[in-house]
């Protein structure tokens, strides 16, 4: 057996705006590289490969969350989230989102959303030219999940840079985490104020929360953090995939008619667009034991950086991975995560970006991009702008 010192090192700097803006040719140096690979300026170890990925992600005994930011400051400032939390806490917190976000959930909000993206694309489409990022993926997430949480309409528009900053955070020390760290008491202030209990729509999901706590479901101190659970997960996430899904659709136009000619592809493409470009691209685990990888051993305690995005890109999973394919069988991707804190808001990213991609289909014939302007986040990956002409038939 080879000992930790074998385990194949690398200096990319996945974290630095020129690998951010073009990740792919050093994701698949890093899968060529090996089943986990030592990033030598993080000092942690990347998993960039699929099976390892989903193996890390199916096991959480092994793999512990406790520790899912690549920091140790804001791994204290997480402790007792969800996203950090562990069986018992863990599934408490969970069950009271689950109920709100199951399938048979939205199954009831679906007419409603179905209307809000209709609306939306409708008054678009009129417009001829538009910014699909600007006046599309932004605007549809924060007004959906901002009504389901039950969030006052006014200062919404505070939430997505200080949600991006919450991203960001998740991130090794750098300035970029540093200057948005400084932002967090913001986020903080928000939730305790515009999305405290009494300033939240009776009904919502986070009304619910405090329902929850007052039932003792879970603890009372856990519910503002909750809410903000919701508030960080739900919106900036699907923002990216919206407009990622835009851009891609209008890159490929032959996956475009194919969409049109067969929406029942939908589901399946959306799903292609979050392999393609995955909106999550990096959290962390700890080994809690031994692990052994190939004729590697990771030592119990090493800091592991999953690479989801660089997954969803791996030849050895997916037949010509880098490939758009709107119809290759992709249900295992792992762009929503795997296992224990798999994405527990999935249903609903999904029938936002389905919602969005049948307005389109309905009433668009071809869409044509100009050049898009990256957006820079140390776990995001998305788009800050997207020009866009429509033409209709
Ligand atoms: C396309 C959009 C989205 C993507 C790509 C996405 C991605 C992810 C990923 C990768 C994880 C796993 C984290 C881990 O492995 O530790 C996750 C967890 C989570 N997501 Fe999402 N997400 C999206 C939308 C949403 C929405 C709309 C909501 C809720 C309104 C949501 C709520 C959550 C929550 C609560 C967790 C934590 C689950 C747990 O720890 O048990 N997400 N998401």
Redesign the pocket.
């Known amino acids: 057996m080879e000992s930790i010192a074998t385990v194949p090192r690398s200096d990319a700097d996945i974290f630095s705006e020129e690998v951010m803006a073009a990740p792919y040719t050093v994701f698949r140096e890093l899968r060529d590289a090996g089943p986990v690979v030592r990033l030598d300026r993080y000092d942690v170890l990347a998993v960039p490969r699929y099976a390892e990925a989903r193996h890390v992600?199916g096991d959480w005994e092994a793999f512990s969350?406790a520790d899912?930011a690549l920091n140790d400051r804001f791994n204290q400032y997480l402790e007792g989230s969800?996203?950090s939390a562990a069986p018992p806490l863990?599934d408490r917190l969970?069950g009271v989102?689950a109920s709100r976000?199951a399938p048979r959930a939205m199954r009831d909000l679906k007419p409603d959303i179905t209307r809000r993206a209709e609306e939306l694309v409708e008054r678009l489409v009129a417009k001829g030219s538009f910014d699909a990022v600007a006046d599309l993926a932004c605007w549809f997430p924060v007004e959906v999940?901002g009504d389901l949480i039950g969030l006052p309409r006014e200062g919404r528009e505070r939430l997505m840079p200080l949600v991006d900053a919450n991203f960001n955070c998740f991130g090794p020390d750098s300035d970029r985490t540093r200057a948005s760290a400084a932002k967090l008491p913001e986020l903080a202030d928000y939730v305790m104020t515009s999305a405290a209990r009494g300033a939240l729509t009776e009904g919502s999901m986070g009304s619910a929360v405090y329902e929850a706590a007052d039932a003792g479901d879970i603890p009372q101190e856990s519910a503002p953090w909750l809410v903000m659970?919701?508030v960080t997960?739900?919106m900036d996430?699907?923002v990216h995939?919206i407009g990622h899904a835009v851009w891609l659709l209008a890159e490929h136009p032959d996956q475009w008619d194919a969409l049109r000619a067969d929406p029942s592809l939908v589901p399946q493409a959306f799903r292609e667009v979050?392999r393609h470009e995955?909106?999550?691209q990096v959290?962390g685990r700890t080994a809690a034991a031994d692990w052994t990888v190939g004729d590697l051993t990771v030592p119990a305690g090493s800091r592991l950086a999953i690479l989801?995005g660089c997954a969803n890109r791996d030849e050895r999973k997916w037949a010509d991975a880098d490939r758009f394919d709107i119809t290759r069988a992709n249900a295992d991707h792992l762009?929503?995560?795997y296992g224990?804190?798999?994405?527990?808001?999935?249903a609903?990213?999904r029938l936002e970006?389905e919602a969005i991609l049948h307005a389109l289909l309905s009433r668009v014939r071809r869409i044509e991009a100009g050049e898009p302007v990256r957006h820079f986040n140390n776990v995001l990956r998305g788009l800050e702008s997207l020009p866009v002409t429509v033409s209709t038939d």
């Open positions: 992600l969350s899912i969800i996203l863990h969970r989102m976000l999940v659970g919701y997960a739900g996430t699907t995939a979050l995955s909106p999550v959290f989801y762009a929503f995560g224990l804190h798999g994405c527990a808001g999935q609903l990213a970006g």
